[in-house]
């Protein structure tokens, strides 16, 4: 049976008195309010996910709807009420306290949003700090630390000191210390969420441009669906507690799982996260491939449909590999997709 790198199975966590009784309630059809009424909070609410290998899988969701609580339970910061937290086929809520703290040391990181420089060492042993708790040489860690430092675009500020960097840089040395312990499983809460918006889409680039290679398994918490839709392989969507939605962005642009999810989309830059395939449709009688304006795959953004759209009246071609003609994307729907979501049914 294959195994996913990272799974969590029915994963509860309740704060307050009697959490099981308040688990009993909540697996009969008890929501968040009334639990509060009895003083108890019902921060997650039966969770269940999994995370493949080199996947960046970001949870999204308003203030308090329990992501970081989600996180703390993965690496194991939070006893789950309930459920199952499993990493590379070891169930971390089975492990004596003393097993857990090994496997966050050496197998975990977590980048969060402020990240707690030390102000009085260097960039670089601030970025080693992780492997000086593992007990690393002075020698090794300072190799590491160098190289995931280039990594994260600091190479030449090793020795300066963090007051010397801007907001983005020491974000970047957070990043770098996370990279060095060479810790195949990532947390990110709301790592880029305090950056100015270009130094933050900045950030973006080069944690996906560092994944190419790295293929860490990334779990990142963001509540702006935008950052969610250009980072994650998969987003799950948070509301008070529950996931309701887990999907690639395309599928929740596209198929939001209710009025909630749907409200979140109208921001999203729709011509970016739309891809060909999504949009296309058969080709009429007569359809002449050879007269399009552009042909693509069906992966293609449509923001790049934009221009050979404009150019000509005849559809754009979407082909497969092989170059077979698989679907077109006239103008008129080009444009129509814009506004609204495409393919929802009339009853979702
Ligand atoms: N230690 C705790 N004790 C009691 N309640 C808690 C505790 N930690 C979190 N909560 C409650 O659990 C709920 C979820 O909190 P959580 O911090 O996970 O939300 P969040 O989605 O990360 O929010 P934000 O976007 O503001 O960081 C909130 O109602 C919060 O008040
Ligand atoms: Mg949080």
Known sequence: MYVSRLEAEDLYKVFGRRPDEAVEKLRRGA??????????????????????SGQIFVVMGLSGSGKSTLLRMLNGLLEPTAGHVRFDGQDLTELSPRELREVRS???????????LFPHRSVLENAAYGLEVQGVSRETREQRALEALELAGLKGWEKSFPDELSGGMQQRVGLARALATDADLLLMDESFSALDPLIRRDMQDQLLELQKTLKKTIVFITHDLNEAMRLGDRI???????????????????RPANDYVESFTKDVDRSRVLTAGAIMGEPE???????????VTADTPIIDLFTPCSTSDVAVSVVDEDGGLIGVVPRARLLAVLGEPVGVSADA
């Open 31 to 52: 929501d968040r309010e009334e639990l509060r009424a009895d003083g108890t909070t019902a921060a997650v609410i039966d969770a269940s996910f999994s995370v493949e």
């Open 106 to 116: 050496r197998k975990i990181s977590m980048v969060f949003q402020h990240f707690a």
């Open 236 to 254: 799950a969507v948070m509301r008070d507690g529950r996931i309701v939605q887990i999907g690639t962005a395309e599928d929740i642009l596209v």
């Open 285 to 295: 009688n007569g359809y002449d491939a050879s007269r399009a304006p552009a042909t």
